[in-house]
């Protein structure tokens, strides 16, 4: 599960792994900014994701698996454990939106030289 949610992840334009704090958790960033630090123990796997706080106040009250960021800004990151039942599509929905809200915070410059080598790399 951690491998897949960590390919996804990857799969994000310009997105890089990181690992700022040691072994783990691994950071994924966009334009040197973290969007998802996923974390792994006895089997367990956690993901921590930046979110809308109105989001994040909802997400929380629909799923238990969704909590407070651990050890992060508690109004703007949820940390979500991940078992076999939670459903992918959801998480990488959340990756999404994490990254869309990272991405957009960055500056204009940065997001549009991402942008330029976006294009440059598909021609």
């Not at 009250?61 to 078992?83: C, F, M, R, S």
Request: charged share 25%.
């Amino acid at each position: 599960m951690y491998e897949k949610i960590a390919a996804y992840g990857l799969s994000k334009k310009e997105a890089i792994e990181d690992y700022p704090f040691g072994p783990e958790p691994l950071a994924l960033k966009v334009g040197g900014k973290v969007f998802a630090l996923l974390r792994q123990a006895n089997g367990i796997c956690q993901v921590s994701l930046k979110c809308d706080p109105v989001i994040a106040e909802n997400l929380r009250e629909q799923n238990e698996a969704i909590k407070p960021g651990y050890h992060l800004n508690k109004k703007h990151w949820n940390t979500v454990t991940v078992d076999s039942t939670f459903p992918l599509e959801e998480l990488y929905s959340m990756i999404d939106h994490s990254y869309e809200l990272v991405f957009k915070s960055l500056t204009k410059a940065q997001r549009e030289a991402i942008t330029m080598r976006i294009r440059a790399t598909q021609s």
